[in-house]
């Protein structure tokens, strides 16, 4: 059986409302210093930018997914960076200074490479670990000879739904 790891909501709220505060403070730090216009602009554009790479990504990854699975081959490491390309784009659209950033980072191939490395490896640790685990349970074997079991008449079961009815 996998185990999940269920995010406790008290801890979903903190982690959204740190990221809510920061891009409020990045906003602030930014107006001061290029002004409200600029600043407005400059998100305005981003927004502009991931939406449109969004769209192009989007259609992409899902002509990559279809080529590949006509010729019968999935590779997850460019669904990866697909996807990841597709999360850089979202992380755009949303009006903030540090998704900004970090959209854009995914943007950057090495830190994109580097990143699908880190899931990746993350989900074969994963995937190790559950199957290990799975793996030492279903190796039960339970050897009978011939004179060890015995057969019962079908019909005779009491699970078995009467066509009577």
């Known amino acids: 059986m996998t185990k999940f790891y269920h995010i406790k909501p008290r801890f979903f709220v903190v982690i959204v409302l740190s990221v809510l505060f920061i891009e409020i403070a990045s906003f602030i730090v930014v107006g001061n210093e290029i002004g ?20 192009i990504q989007g259609i992409s990854l ?13 590779s997850e ?13 979202i992380l755009l659209i949303f009006p903030g200074f540090v998704s900004d950033i970090l959209g854009i980072s995914l943007l ?12 990746l490896s993350l989900k074969n640790k994963i995937n190790a670990k559950t199957s290990a685990k799975t793996q030492n349970k279903s190796e039960k074997i339970i050897e009978l000879n011939a004179e060890d079991y015995q057969s019962y008449n079908i019909k005779e ?9």
């Open 62 to 74: 899902l002509k990559n997914i279809q080529r590949e699975l006509i010729q019968g081959t999935m």
């Open 157 to 165: 079961s009491p699970w078995r739904i009467n066509d009577d009815h």
């Open 108 to 119: 950057i191939k090495p830190i994109r490479t580097f990143t699908r490395f880190l899931f």
């Open 36 to 55: 409200i216009l600029a600043t407005l602009s400059l998100i305005l554009l981003t927004m502009i930018i991931g939406s449109i790479l969004l769209r």
């Open 77 to 89: 490491y460019y669904i990866a960076d697909d996807v990841l390309i597709i999360i850089g784009a």
